[in-house]
């Protein structure tokens, strides 16, 4: 069982449309990441959430921190194939060093 | 500067062998990670290290070993490879626990290991 459960498991949609991908949890988190992983790469931060109820954007991306900080969303806008991509949500649990990670959302934006 | 470095990109090995896997990073970072990324699993913690000389398991460290002489390298050991060690293996580092919550990791480009 994963401490953090991410959903959709998998997406496809066509430039242009919007879309929203959760990572959700039973537990607290101190702060949630959010990595951004193409093939054959290695996991890229976006974005680091710290404060429930907090609300950071990235361009056309928009990452949201549930207000108790067990559940994140990221927003995306008006999709284009460039963020085609695994989508991997990552939280601290408390101060040590061992991030805990969801498996990931495959999202592929069609032209 | 290069960050975290890994090699090699790809390796097949047979049943019962042995590998090492390189990391090394630039950044001057403290801290170092190896994990594996199996399809639709995320991330697992094989082993990190918090300095030169200090090194603990994490969530998946049978059949792996680890040794860390310098602040720079963080190489791997496979000792005697078995199947279920297929996987891609990613190595990172973050620069210090004190930042706490808001460490950021960054990561090589993989190894893809498969074994036959």
């Known amino acids: 069982t994963q401490l953090l459960e991410q959903s959709p498991q998998f997406l496809s949609i066509q430039e242009g449309e919007n879309l929203t991908v959760y990572c959700n949890s039973s537990?607290?988190?101190?702060?949630l990441q959010w990595y951004r992983q193409e093939p054959g790469e290695g996991p890229v931060l976006l974005v680091t959430?710290?404060?429930g109820g907090e609300v950071k954007k990235l361009k056309r991306l928009t990452f949201q921190f549930g207000d108790a900080r067990k559940d994140s969303s990221l927003h995306i806008t008006a999709a284009q194939p460039g963020d085609t991509g695994l989508y991997l949500c990552?939280?601290?649990?408390?101060?040590?060093?061992?991030?805990?990670w969801g498996a990931g959302t495959k999202l592929i934006i069609k032209p | 500067n290069a960050g975290v470095t890994q090699t090699p990109k790809f390796r097949i090995l047979k049943i019962g062998q042995s590998m090492t896997l390189q990391c090394t990073q630039d950044?001057?970072?403290?801290?170092m990670y190896w994990y594996r990324q199996d399809p639709g699993m995320g991330l697992k913690l094989i082993y990190y290290s918090v300095g030169a000389g200090i090194t603990d398991k994490g969530e998946v460290p049978n059949g792996y070993n680890v040794s860390r002489s310098t602040t720079e390298d963080f190489p791997l050991r496979l000792e005697l490879a078995a199947p279920s060690q297929t996987s891609v293996y990613f190595c990172?580092?973050?620069?210090?626990?004190?930042?706490?919550?808001?460490?950021?990791?960054?990561f090589g480009p993989g190894t893809r290991l498969t074994v036959l």
């Open positions: 537990s607290v988190f101190s702060s």
């Open positions: 959430v710290v404060t």
């Open positions: 990552a939280g601290y649990m408390d101060s040590n060093y061992q991030l805990i």
């Open positions: 950044m001057n970072h403290n801290y």
């Open positions: 990172a580092s973050s620069y210090s626990p004190t930042s706490g919550i808001q460490d950021t990791q960054y």
